[in-house]
């Protein structure tokens, strides 16, 4: 945060403090010389502490002295001084205000690791597992990229942090892992949807087991209800996201932009409100001007089966329509519901054995045109 002034006086020595909304000193620079009456310093949000500072605004108290302090004190003859208060200043990582760019959260639950076989196709046999991660590892890798090579530093690497661009987060799921490494890989998706206090999380897409109000598990047993274990918090439920996103039982602070939870039946409870999303579809005429921010959330209206059993093996074309879907909406700049169409017509054909429409089984609630950067960016028009 830069804070520049200028005195009409000069030399001077002068004093910054930055307080928040509440009108309380949060950080105070250090006594500091300007032979010329120019005052120019930035502030990186911290405490002396070292601590992130929340607010909704930050006003900086400027206070010069000429010639100096230690003269001003002494009551010296021609010295004085000055306290100016800048106008209140919005924080780049105040929930309420949209970062330079949205940034993602990309995560898939493990739930494949056993499915190692292989499926026929018009293509001839695919490893749909293989394809699967191949998706997620791609769309991050893609992302990490992206912002590795932006000058600017205003797109932001995609979240969790897996400290590499070619392996895409995966949240741990039977069988051989255990309790506690299931647990913190949850706990670490969770931080990053909450991504406080940063505030840059806006759009999200993850995979693994659904329901209406909850996503997660640490085992399953085909056509089973999920398993929990005791002890187990590798599953996060609506009320848990709305806790830190205070969008449907508070205030509304942290929204999201786009989400996809690519799970059964999560389109069947109040997931889109969470994120601040609404729970409807809206459309506009060819002619009308859309007002306000664009937000879609994506969810399944049913159990999706996603593996053959008796082989062991992903579906070929399960992987193949989320690879289509991101190569028309990242790639070609379709809007989202023309990529499902044109992705699932796409993975039918590859993989015609297997008789699932995705087309007609997803739900799409808020604006189903969204294009993949329309309104991730902070344009004042919203």
């Known amino acids: ?31 500091a010389q300007s032979g010329n009456g120019l005052i120019s310093t930035e502030w990186n949000l911290l405490n002396e502490a070292g601590q992130p500072q929340e607010s909704t605004y930050f006003t900086a108290q400027v206070t010069t002295y000429w010639p100096s302090k230690a003269d001003f004190l002494a009551n010296a003859a021609g010295s004085g001084n000055s306290v100016i208060f800048s106008s209140p200043s919005w924080k780049l990582n105040s929930p309420e205000v949209w970062p330079p760019m949205g940034g993602w959260v990309i995560a898939r639950q493990d739930i494949t690791k056993t499915f190692t076989g292989t499926l026929p196709t018009s293509d001839g046999p695919h490893n749909g597992k293989a394809m699967l991660e191949g998706v ?11 912002a590795s090579m932006d000058p600017t530093g205003n797109t932001p690497y ?18 051989n892992t255990s309790q506690a490494q299931r647990n913190s890989a949850w706990s670490m998706f969770a931080d990053a949807i ?7 999380s806006r759009n999200l897409w993850w995979f693994g087991h659904g329901g209406g109000n909850s996503i997660g ?5 085909i056509d089973k209800p999920w398993i929990y274990w005791p002890w187990s918090s590798a599953y996060r439920t609506s009320v848990d996201i709305d806790e830190f996103l205070q969008n449907r039982m508070g205030p509304g602070v942290h929204k999201y932009r786009f989400v996809f939870l690519d799970g059964c039946e999560t389109a069947t409870g109040d997931w889109a409100s969470v994120f601040g999303i609404p729970e409807k579809p809206y459309y506009f005429s060819p002619n009308a001007t859309l007002i306000g921010r664009p ?17 062991l093996a992903v579906f070929p074309g399960f992987a193949k329509f989320r690879e ?7 790639d070609d700049g379709k809007p989202f519901r023309a990529a499902v169409d044109l992705a699932n017509a796409d993975a039918k054909t590859f993989n015609p054995q297997v008789p699932l429409d995705w087309a007609k089984d997803i739900s799409i609630t808020g604006y189903d045109q969204i294009t993949f950067q329309m309104g991730n960016l902070n344009d004042p028009a919203f």
């Not at 997620?136 to 992206?146: E, I, R, S, V």
């Open 194 to 200: 909450d991504d406080r206090p940063y505030f840059i």
């Open 136 to 146: 997620f590892d791609g769309f991050y890798g893609a992302l990490y990229f992206d």
């Open 1 to 31: 945060m830069a804070i520049d002034a200028v005195s009409a006086h000069g030399p001077i020595e002068y004093e910054v403090k930055m307080m928040n909304d509440a009108g309380q000193t949060v950080y105070t620079f250090p006594l």
């Open 295 to 311: 937000n879609a959330f994506v969810g399944w209206k049913v159990r999706k089966p996603f593996a053959s059993g008796a082989a």
């Open 324 to 330: 289509q879907l991101l190569m028309y909406w990242t």
């Open 217 to 221: 598990a640490d085992d399953f047993v």
């Open 158 to 175: 995609p979240l969790p942090d897996t400290g590499t661009p070619d392996f895409a987060p995966w949240l741990d799921f039977e069988p």
